[in-house]
């Protein structure tokens, strides 16, 4: 059974950073899209970052480009997020998503199939 577990999410300052993580388990395939997507309250869920395990083809949404880099360790199963110069507008339930087949890895036509249960990211001014 495939699972994705978030951590890392918590409080800082705007300007600040966190790293947000996500462990996988569940299956062995060697090629997955991976993202990080967000949710804050009453918005819609936005795709932030994805990135081809396989390959480490990364895609990034323009609200977070440059101040965000998504990672994977494939030795540990692990997905990041590394946050930098963090903003209020940042503040949302961040999750991570896999596609295990996918025929393409970007933040638009990608589907993922599994998801995390969330990790809270409040950013204040």
């Known amino acids: 059974q495939v699972q994705l577990v978030e951590s890392g999410g918590g409080s800082a300052q705007a300007g600040g950073s966190l790293r947000l993580s996500c462990a996988a388990s569940g299956y062995t395939y060697r090629r997955a899209c991976m993202g990080w997507f967000r949710q804050a309250p009453g918005k819609e869920r936005e795709g932030i970052a994805t990135?081809?395990?396989?390959?480490?083809?990364?895609d990034y949404a323009d609200s977070v480009k440059g101040r965000f880099t998504i990672s994977r360790d494939n030795a540990k199963n692990t997905l990041y997020l590394q946050m930098d110069s963090l903003k209020p507008e940042d503040s949302a339930m961040y999750y991570c998503?896999?596609?295990?087949?996918?025929?393409?890895?970007?933040?638009?036509?990608?589907?993922?199939?599994?998801w995390g249960q969330g990790t809270q990211v409040t950013v204040s001014s």
């Open positions: 998503a896999a596609d295990l087949r996918p025929s393409l890895c970007l933040l638009q036509g990608t589907e993922f199939t599994y």
């Open positions: 990135i081809l395990t396989g390959g480490g083809d990364t």
